[in-house]
């Protein structure tokens, strides 16, 4: 089967996210650009709605926008379910199942039974298409219960290289580090953890080097952990450590300290404690995100899954699209330092799209309504400063005005807060997640909006230059509408660019 054979995915909604057409989906698997198409393959059950018979789905795209779905890639079994990994391509054929002219692609992911996991390995030698699981499964056996979450990645040594595996030993918060030259022996290296947040098992981890502010010759490594529970929005969520990689351990430039026992037992940590780490995001919807092999450093893209274990199972469906959960937009990374030289993780999206409309104001007290009756997709960047305003506030509203969101910022905390009220959403749905920003005259939003069906959207809100992501469901129905309001003065310089895609 080759990708022309099948029909697209996109179905009304959503048009800028990922979804399935069908069943249930949570984390990104294997994500790999290789000859010209970026593969997702993801967590799926495709036999329905329910986080069971965990399998890989599969889908490609040449734009990250456009996605056409495949039939599912590795099935579960009798003996295990399928879960998150990753793939690679096996350039020298060091696994020996392809050839060196015809590269195969090999995955490694957890093959869970009750009571045990380990790492196996499938291969494909038709692009990534179909796949056959390799008989001397597991590739990794610790003998435990939940060992899970392997991505793999080639580590430059200078010399010939060799393959480098991070999984977790997700109940002791463990990153584990092994090494491997035919991706079917591993070695152990070192381990990382538990350290830092640890409000809940660590979860689909992941290593890469990013240049900071574009100089090749200052390289970091960042670390990704999941986490659930224990986010910094509640339930799961995601951070990252920056530091340093030789091939063996991984060093934070900043050392989390330890956790005591109690805390490893009780597991809570405080709002202010969990702000000293990274957040890929503030938001209770950004989980299990992982990087594309196969692309250059300076194009290092990350996807996570749009949800959160707290209520994914519960949020609404839809008669006329029975699914769960989209993938949250690409989005590209890259670090910088602030001014105190920490290290920090920038996004923007990897996707493009055209400026429609652009509204210009000196000033702006009161209120004013930036888009009305959007049914679709919106990107809106809104930039401004404060004047003598005490704060703004976006609200986003359905037409039917069934549901409303509130995006607050305000210019003496600068704290950017959502309200999100969830009528008819699962319990644990309402909230306010916020962040707090260091540019505190400035209002700078690049936010993105979408449907995931005829009741529940998305909010990805980028800041502070790609800084602070929150990333959040919302209970507003598609068409809406925008309305901007300066609240205890007005704001200066306002510009919004608008954006949509229709029906
Ligand atoms: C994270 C996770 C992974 C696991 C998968 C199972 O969301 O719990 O640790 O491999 O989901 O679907």
Redesign the pocket.
Known sequence: MTPTDLPPVRTASPRLHFAPRNNWM??PNGLVFHDGLYHLYF?YNPQGVE?AN?SWGHATSTDLVRWTEHDPAILWDDDA?I??GSVVVDHGNTSGFGTAEAPPLVALY?A?APGHQSQALAYSTDGGYVWTKYDGNPVLDRGTSDF??PKVFRYDDGGDGYWVMVA?E?EDRQVLFHRSDDLKTWTYLSSYGPAGPVGGVW??PDMFPLAVDGDETDVRWVLLI?L?PGGIAGG?GTHYVVGDFDGTTFRASVPHAAPTRELLRAGSQTRDELERYGWIDFGPDC??GVTFDGLSRSERTLIA?MDN?KYAGRIPTHDSDERRSAMTLPRRLSLTRDAEGVERLRQHPAIGFEVEESIDLLSMAGGVALAERVAGAARIRFTATFGDAQSIELHIESASEEGRVVIRQDRTSGRVELERLGEGMPSGFRGSPSMTLDRRDEIGWDLWVDDLNERVSSVELFAQNGERVLTALIPVASPRTYTVTAVGGSLDGVRADIAERGC
């Open positions: 949570n984390d967590q986080h965990l379910q879960f998150s957890t869970a899970r979450d977790v997700a979860e689909c999941s659930n799961s989980y299990a899954w274990w």
